[in-house]
C-alpha cells in the first residue's frame, strides 16, 4: 500500500495564507512553517545561549515545521474566524484533531511513532510550543512589515493587531528578537 502521508505534507506549497487580506506578495503553507520553522529555532538558542534555558533547538524547529500540517486538510481558515467566539475556537480544535488523526492514517505503521509527537506534542514540549506559537506570531508580523514596505496598506491593522499580541507576552526570548534583530526586516536589501 502506498503512503499519502508525505505527498500531502507537500501539498503545503498549494495552501495560500491570509486568504481575507490583499496580498502583494502571496504567502504559502509551505514558506510560513519554514520560516516559523527559523525563527523557533532562533528563539531556542537565544533562550539558550542568552538566558541560560535549556531548550532543544532542533526539536523546536522540527516541532515549527509540522504545527500547520493539518492545514492540508482544512485550509488555513483566517485567525479572525479561527478566535471569533470559544465555539468557533473549540470546533476547529475538534476539526484539527480530526485532520491530524486523519494524517497520522496515511503513514506505514512503521513510521506512525516517528511522527505522531511531531503532529501531537506531549505535555513536557509546552514551553517548546510556546516559543512556536511566538514564532508563529512573529511570521505574521515580519509579513506585515513586509507588505507595508511595499505599499501596501491593508496590513496597517493587522500589523497593529498582531503588535498589541506580542506586546502582551512576557518572553526574554521574544525581548531579544525583538530588540536585535526584528529591525532588519524593515531595511533595504542594500541596508543589510
Known amino acids: 500500500m502506498t503512503s499519502s502521508f508525505f505527498a500531502l505534507l507537500f501539498r503545503q506549497k ?3 495564507r491570509w486568504g481575507l487580506m490583499r496580498s502583494s506578495i502571496p504567502e504559502t503553507l509551505a514558506e510560513h512553517t519554514a520560516e516559523a520553522a527559523v525563527i523557533a529555532h532562533a528563539l531556542a538558542v537565544i533562550g ?3 538566558y541560560g534555558k535549556s531548550y532543544d533547538p532542533d526539536r523546536a524547529a522540527a516541532l515549527a ?3 500547520d500540517a493539518p492545514e492540508v486538510l482544512t485550509g488555513d481558515l483566517p485567525t479572525p474566524i479561527k478566535y ?3 465555539e468557533m475556537k473549540a470546533g476547529y480544535s475538534k476539526i484539527e484533531e480530526n485532520a491530524v488523526e ?3 492514517s496515511k503513514l506505514p505503521d ?3 511513532g516517528a511522527y505522531e509527537p511531531l503532529l501531537t506534542p506531549a ?3 509546552a514551553e517548546t510550543m510556546r516559543l512556536i506559537k511566538i514564532a508563529d ?5 515580519i509579513k506585515c512589515l513586509t507588505e507595508e514596505a511595499g505599499g501596501n496598506r491593508d496590513f496597517l491593522s493587522a500589523r497593529r493587531s498582531i503588535e498589541q499580541d506580542l506586546d502582551r507576552i512576557d518572553s526574554d526570548e521574544l525581548r531579544y528578537f525583538r530588540e536585535h534583530l526584528l529591525g532588519a526586516f524593515s531595511l533595504t536589501i542594500d541596508d543589510m
Open 14 to 16: 498549494y495552501i495560500r
Open 48 to 50: 539558550n545561549t542568552v
Open 65 to 67: 515545521l509540522f504545527h
Open 84 to 86: 471569533f467566539s470559544p
Open 102 to 104: 486523519t494524517l497520522l
Open 110 to 112: 512503521e513510521l506512525k
Open 123 to 125: 505535555e513536557a514540549d
Open 137 to 141: 506570531r512573529l511570521c505574521a508580523y
